[in-house]
């Protein structure tokens, strides 16, 4: 049996590599046969070979991290994440377990490169991030069971590197949301203060047209009254015989 190791390359280049062969004399027909059409690039095909495996024996490790290996190289990276996970819970060597963290560390990562970039999204940029501090807690437990492994030591220096750039990208979309809220705000403001002003102004304006009514009115009813008393007057003056003198202009 071959048992693969993924392994990211120099240059922070993301690539696949084999990284060590496992023979072994008893091993089921199903993956050995999985590993000729995984040798030969026929991916799809040593899945299916290794789940017919697993169908058989759902336990054996080799199975499960050999179908984890085809899963990645397909691009299927939830995948190979759930299945070096789970082999992670087997009891398996520190050299085994080493290898299962090492791949799910670079499943998480591809799994990451795969997201789109720039996203404004606040929970889908949470996700990447945690995507990210996954990959680099299982690279840790990977240097835990081999302290030795350069490739994982290297690969946990990318990981960091990328989680800086996502924090930091995730602190740019949080500082221009804030930006265009604080906008946004200022907007609102302007626009309830000039609201104000013109509904002020058109009570102004109504309250003056109002003043100008009442003053027509009084005028007019002060002009009434004035008339009404000369009449009056000259209604008593000539009850009383009174003639009014009416004076030449020279």
Do not use: C
Not at 222 to 231: P, V
Request: hydrophobic share 25%; net charge positive.
């Amino acid at each position: 049996m071959k048992s693969k190791q993924i392994i990211l390359s120099a240059f922070f280049v993301l690539a696949v590599a084999t990284a060590g062969k496992i023979h072994a004399q008893d091993d089921p027909a199903l993956i050995r046969q999985g590993n000729k059409n995984y040798d030969k690039g026929k991916f799809s095909d040593a899945e299916q070979n290794y789940m017919k495996s697993l169908e058989k024996n759902k336990d054996s490790y080799k199975g499960t991290f050999n179908l984890g290996d085809a899963y990645y190289k397909q691009g299927k990276y939830k995948e190979a994440i759930n299945q070096f996970e789970q082999l992670t819970t087997k009891k398996v060597s520190k050299d085994t377990l080493a290898k299962a963290y090492h791949n799910l560390g670079n499943a998480y990562v591809q799994e990451y490169k795969s997201q789109p970039r720039n996203i404004v999204n606040d929970s889908a940029n949470a996700d990447k991030e945690k995507m990210l501090t996954d990959g680099i807690e299982a690279y840790k437990k990977a240097l835990r069971n081999n302290p030795n492994d350069e490739d994982t030591r290297y690969n946990l220096s990318y990981a960091n590197q990328l989680l800086k750039q996502q924090q930091k990208q995730n602190q740019q979309n949080k500082n221009k949301k804030d930006q265009n809220k604080d906008k946004k705000d200022n907007k609102d403001k302007d626009k309830d203060k000039k609201d104000k002003n013109d509904n002020s102004d058109k009570k102004q304006e109504k309250q003056q047209q109002q003043m100008t009514k009442e003053d027509a009115k009084r005028l007019l009813d002060a002009s009434n009254n004035e008339e009404k008393n000369t009449q009056d007057k000259l209604k008593k003056e000539k009850a009383s015989g009174k003639k009014t003198q009416i004076e030449k202009d020279w």
